[in-house]
Nanobody
Framework: HVQLVESGGGSVQAGGSLRLSCAISGRSNENYFLAWFRQVPGGRREGVAVFARAGGSPLYGDSVRGRFTASLDAATNTLSLQMNDLKPEDSAMYYC??????????????????WGQGTQVTVS
């Protein structure tokens, strides 16, 4: 069983930066894919970044590509999301997620079985 705990959200002005972290604990070596999603009230859960634990570059959503960078620190088992040049439309609840499947999609997000509780990001 894997647990995910996000931190690092907050309020920032447009153009600013935030760094989100997701502490991964439990039987994390069973998860093939890790991802960041975001969701606004009444909206669908949108994939922000996803990558395989085995390696390779993350895949980013069109709206964040070039501004956001996802990474995994294997030593501390922490997933991070560096968000630069933030815009008001980036305001959302951000979630980290993990999947034991060999193949995943972000739309819909149902191929990810484990989710954190979320951390709020507000850009004004």
């Amino acid at each position: 069983h894997v647990q995910l705990v996000e931190s690092g959200g907050g309020s920032v002005q447009a153009g600013g930066s935030l760094r989100l972290s997701c502490a991964i604990s439990g039987r994390s070596n069973e998860n093939y894919f890790l991802a960041w999603f975001r969701q606004v009230p009444g909206g669908r859960r949108e994939g922000v970044a996803v990558f395989a634990r085995a390696g390779g570059s993350p895949l980013y959503g069109d709206s964040v590509r070039g501004r956001f960078t996802a990474s995994l620190d294997a030593a501390t088992n922490t997933l991070s999301l560096q968000m630069n040049d933030l815009k008001p439309e980036d305001s959302a609840m951000y979630y980290c997620a993990a999947s034991r499947r060999k193949r995943v999609v972000t739309n819909p997000p149902s191929t990810f079985e484990t989710w954190g509780q979320g951390t709020q990001v507000t850009v004004s």
